[in-house]
């Protein structure tokens, strides 16, 4: 009873986050602002996965949220080493 | 039991809840690029753990199963945090310093490149692209 409470409290906390990163992705100073956006709206979309999962009581979406975490490590990586070499693969 | 289970579930998923908006605040709010990096890579990082940890006991307990998925994918998130944070930093010191600003690095390369152990590189090397 009180968990549902709690999920909705956290689906909330989460999209609101989300929504932040999405102004600061748009209105961003530099384009380090605009990685570390990316890369912390991976996470709270991760999040989002996860409690979705707790909600609708099925494990079904771990692999999705797994496949999530991978790639966006591998997305924020390439970005800065393009950013710091001009180049991903040298 | 199942009760006090499901307090301590709810207690982390807001706790986790309040920690990603802490962290997504504070990229909006902190005035440096630098100081922006430590909201997200930290407390964000905190509040998707907690909930991927609530998901693996509501899972154990109530479900009847040990899922393993969330920890891994805990595990994973909190090896990769650093490392990205890393990244960034580096990707922002490459754009907010001027090379001519840097100082001497007193052996034969350059700082993208630096390793004490070289003496000299060879020439071409140097100049064959142009870090942008």
């Known amino acids: ?90 | 039991m199942e009760q006090i289970v499901e307090y301590f579930l709810a207690a982390l998923l807001v706790i986790g809840g309040i920690f990603a908006v802490i962290g997504s605040y504070g990229l909006l709010k902190l005035p440096q690029m630098m100081q922006r990096l430590h909201a997200p890579t930290k407390a964000t990082t905190i509040g998707v753990g907690s909930a991927l940890i609530a998901s693996m006991i509501y899972f154990l307990v109530f479900e009847g199963k040990i899922s393993w998925h969330e920890l891994l994918i805990t595990l994973f998130l909190f090896l990769t945090a650093p490392i990205t944070a890393n990244f960034i930093a580096k990707a922002q010191l490459h754009r907010a310093i001027n090379k001519d600003e840097l100082p001497p690095t007193g052996v034969g390369s350059e700082w993208a490149t630096y390793d004490p152990e070289v003496k000299t590189v060879d020439p071409h090397l140097l100049s064959d692209r142009d870090p942008g």
Not at chain 1, 62 to 87: H, P, Q
């Open chain 1, 1 to 90: 009873m009180i968990l549902d409470y709690a999920i909705d409290f956290a689906f909330l906390c989460f999209g609101l986050g989300l929504a932040m990163n999405l102004y600061r992705l748009f209105n961003a100073p530099g384009v380090t602002d605009r990685i570390l956006a990316l890369d912390t709206m991976v996470i709270n979309v991760l999040a989002l996965l996860v409690l979705y999962g707790i909600e609708t009581r099925s494990g079904i979406n771990f692999e999705a949220a797994l496949l999530f975490a991978m790639t966006g490590f591998v997305s924020t990586v390439a970005y800065c080493k393009f950013i710091l070499r001009g180049d991903i693969i040298e």
